[in-house]
Every structure is written in C-alpha cells, then in structure tokens.
C-alpha cells in the first residue's frame, strides 16, 4: 500500500478547488496492485434531507463475488454540495465505514469519477491517495469528454477523451442497456480497472459491487440493518 496523504477537510471551495489541482499527479495511472482477491464497493447516500452522509462498503470476494464483509457509517454533513467536489462532501463518511471493516479490499470501486474529472482528481481518484489503496472510478453518468457510441454488445467500448487526452472508457456492461464511464482512481491502469470492472458485472448494467453498497447506502434502513446483522452473525 502506498503512503496515504493527509489533508484538512474543513475547505472552502475554492480552497478544495486548488488541493485538487495539488493532488492530481499524485495519482498513478499504472498496475501497483498485487493479486485482486477482494474487491469493495463504495456508495453515499443521504439522510434528514441531505445533512447525513450514508457512506457503505460491500467488499466481496473474486470470482464468485460473495458477500464477504460489508460497512455503514453516518456522518455529518460539512461541505456544500459543488459539482465537482463531491469527494469533500462524501469521503470523510466512506473513511469511517471503511475503518470498520475485518476484511481488507484489494481494490475499491467507486460510484463515480476517477480521472475523468476537470481537474483529473475525482472521489476515486481523492479516495485512493487518502488510502493508499488502488481504487477505480466506475461513474453512471458522463462528467466531461467526448466519445462515440460503443458496440451494443457486453464489453464493447470506446475512449472518453477530454482535451485530447484519454480519460476513461465506456463500457457496455450488459447488451442494451447504457453504458459505464469507467477511469483510473488510483494504482490501476485503465485496462486493468475495465477488466475489474467486467469481472464484477454480472448480468446487470452496475457491477455487484456497486449494487451491495447502493443497497446499503440508498435502501431502506431497516434493510441495510439486516444485511450488516446477517453479516455480524456469520463471524
């Protein structure tokens, strides 16, 4: 694991807006990760009208992509809510939930941007250098970039490219639906983090990872309790 950074964050914008420009060449854009065992899901929800965060993590094991440990953690909010800088908002409450793990993930897959952000410092790419962990930004939706369609078939892709400069890719993940836009957090090649990213993807648009966190951290509560007491009782 490489050396976590450390950093305030009790930012104003503007001030995140500048660490973000100091963080991104800390970023590695290449494989520093050893053999993939287990990988985490991260997702935040939002609770009493967007002032708790929600953050859970799913971590399973590869290839059967078993439940194996999972994480939930409410925090407060303190930051607004920027486009952009939703790692400041969200990243404080994942920091806890992934503190109360027993089962250390391999690699952590984020419900949004890795690189492929304006200033090539989204949440995977902030979460994975406060980590230390290679983590991959697996995002629904487009942030920036261009690209064309790609083929309608599982796996099919195509380079978002942004400024000229490759970002990401989009990935079909399952035949007809939309695709994913799927970029380097941190400690992963771009290959490397599509081929995770298919690995994980079984049968439906988001991969299982994405699917148990977004169950823990958007579902019901009384779901997300059962999920983590089921869990407490099979250790």
């Known amino acids: 694991m490489s050396r976590p950074v450390r950093h305030r964050w009790d930012l104003a914008p503007k001030e995140a807006i500048a660490l973000q420009a100091r963080l991104a060449p800390k970023v590695e854009r290449q494989d520093r990760v050893g053999p993939i065992r287990h ?23 590869l290839p059967s992509l078993e439940l194996v440990d999972c994480a939930l953690a409410r925090r407060p909010v303190s930051f607004p809510y920027v486009p952009g800088l939703l790692s400041f908002r969200e990243i404080p ?6 503190a109360r793990l027993r089962v250390r993930p ?12 304006p200033r090539r410092c989204g949440l995977a790419s902030h979460l994975g250098l406060v980590t230390g962990l290679p983590a991959i930004g697996v995002g629904k939706s487009r942030l920036l970039g261009e690209h064309r369609e790609p083929g309608a078939r599982r796996g099919s892709r195509a380079r978002l490219v942004d400024r000229g400069e490759t ?3 989009v990935l ?22 599509v081929r995770i990213v298919l690995a994980c993807a079984r049968g439906y648009r988001l ?7 977004h169950r823990l951290a958007s579902g019901p509560a009384d779901e997300a309790r059962r999920i983590l007491a089921r869990r407490a009782a099979r250790r």
């Not at 990988?39 to 094991?61: K, N, P, W």
């Not at 952590?108 to 952000?117: F, K, P």
């Not at 639906?177 to 957090?185: D, E, R, W």
């Open 106 to 117: 391999d690699i952590l897959l984020c419900d949004g941007q890795g690189i492929a952000h």
């Open 172 to 193: 079909r993940t399952r035949a007809g639906v939309k695709p994913l836009y799927v970029s380097v957090g941190h400690r992963v090649s771009l290959e490397t983090a």
């Open 39 to 61: 990988v985490a899901g991260i997702d935040v929800g939002f609770e009493s009208a967007g002032r708790i965060a929600r953050a859970a993590v799913a971590v399973l094991v």
């Open 93 to 98: 409450a994942v920091l806890d939930a992934l």
């Open 167 to 169: 970002v990401g890719t």
């Open 207 to 213: 991969p299982e990872t994405t699917r148990w966190a």
